[in-house]
């Protein structure tokens, strides 16, 4: 897109940090400005006249990488008539910052007050007030608007790719997280669980394959526990389709109506089959039997599992509010290696959380990672220190 030429509404700069949901959040974004008349995409920050960061909260060095980014925009606000005249700027205004994200979401009047770096604050469920936000900018107001919502989805907004060519894309399935485990910060930034009805994912995956697109990874912070309950049919029955994996808990009420993960993947892959299909973030919680069996059965779901584990210690776990034991995760393995045998798993470890239980923790840890490690040379491990 040019650089050179800005329509009255301005020219748009994005950056991203942190997961695919983020990515996935800023081709929303990008669409909503579309329609609102902000039609042109820049490469470089020094041409823009608004410029969106879009920011995880998870990590202390994400946030500091935001921080550095937000004293380089305000250069570029600050410095505005030296920057273009010295050519370092092609801007035809001082840029508005837009933040975006959970760390809008978690730091909101900090960064507003943060030396007027920042005009505008939105968090994950109020994009499409972006608009309006930027408005008020125009009146000499801050723009602030971090509600968090019920039921908010995008589930009508078509996303503006940002990776137009690419052979793969993300789709959100669900947004939110219920599980509350005591080390996250994601449902205070993200809000409760809410999933987009399975027809408008659907629409969605049916485009991207006219487009092109051969791989989807369908996302959402707590991505096997999506329930559609937009049409509530019967109540369903008892079956295991609503059950947690055994031997696991929840600490939010698990609800009996409406289409399951489960559910959602038998009507993707039947209706693309040529079309692959993966997805994350999951719960090892929600993993009951008919997830497993539509894994194995459909060649067209990939046979990978993302199993976080957290913890190999079970009072750890405990304390993590993780609603399962060491042995009960074992378990859980051990079951769906035996329903998918050419499964590759892969997991995530926290090391160093509550430190005086650090020294047993990494006992039982390595005795987890010989455990899995040796059953199946295709398990994958990250550890988060």
């Not at 009507?267 to 993993?287: A, G, I, N, Q, V």
Request: proline share 4%; with cysteine.
């Amino acid at each position: 897109m040019a650089d050179t030429e800005a329509p009255s509404t301005g020219r748009i700069y994005h950056e991203t940090y942190g997961c695919q949901m983020n990515v996935n959040d800023m081709e929303i974004v990008l669409s909503i400005m579309k329609n609102a008349g902000y039609n042109e995409i820049v490469t470089v920050p020094e041409n823009a006249e608004i410029i969106f960061i879009n920011t995880c909260a998870i990590r202390d060095n994400a946030e500091m990488k935001v921080w550095q980014r937000l004293n380089y925009f305000w250069f570029l606000k600050r410095n505005w008539k030296t920057n273009v005249a010295t050519g370092r700027s092609q801007s035809l205004r001082p840029p508005k910052v837009v933040v975006l994200g959970c760390m809008a979401e978690r730091l909101k009047e900090k960064i507003l007050d943060s030396d007027k770096m920042v005009d505008v604050v939105c968090g994950p469920d109020a994009y499409r007030d972006l608009p309006r936000l930027l408005e008020e900018v125009e009146y000499g107001q801050k723009g602030i608007n971090t509600l968090l919502s019920l039921e908010e989805t995008y589930a009508d907004i078509n996303p503006v790719r940002i990776s137009q060519n690419s052979i793969s894309a993300f789709v959100s399935v669900m947004r939110g997280c219920n599980n509350m485990c005591s080390f996250c910060i994601v449902p205070f930034t993200r809000g409760r669980e809410r999933s987009r009805p399975v027809e408008s994912i659907v629409r969605e995956v049916a485009e991207l394959w006219k487009e092109g697109v051969k791989e989807v990874t369908l996302l959402g912070q707590n991505v096997n526990s999506y329930n559609d309950a937009s049409v509530v049919e019967k109540e369903a029955e008892a079956g295991s389709n609503w059950k947690l994996s055994e031997g696991f808990s929840s600490i939010s009420k698990v609800r009996t109506t409406g289409l399951r993960f489960s559910d959602l993947l038998d009507r993707l892959s039947l209706e693309f089959p040529e079309m692959r299909f993966r997805f994350t973030s999951p719960h090892p919680k929600d993993y009951p039997d008919e997830l497993l069996y539509i894994m194995r059965e459909r060649h067209n779901i990939c046979k990978l599992i993302h199993l976080p584990a957290q913890s190999g210690s079970s009072k750890m776990l405990e304390r993590m509010r993780r609603g399962y034991t060491r042995e009960a995760y074992l378990s859980l393995v051990q079951k769906i290696r035996s329903i998918i045998p050419d499964v590759a798993l892969s997991s995530d470890f926290i090391c160093g959380m509550f430190f005086k239980y650090l020294s047993p923790c990494f006992l039982l840890f390595s005795s987890l990672l010989i455990n899995l490690t040796f059953c199946n040379r295709s398990t994958l491990f990250s550890i988060d220190k």
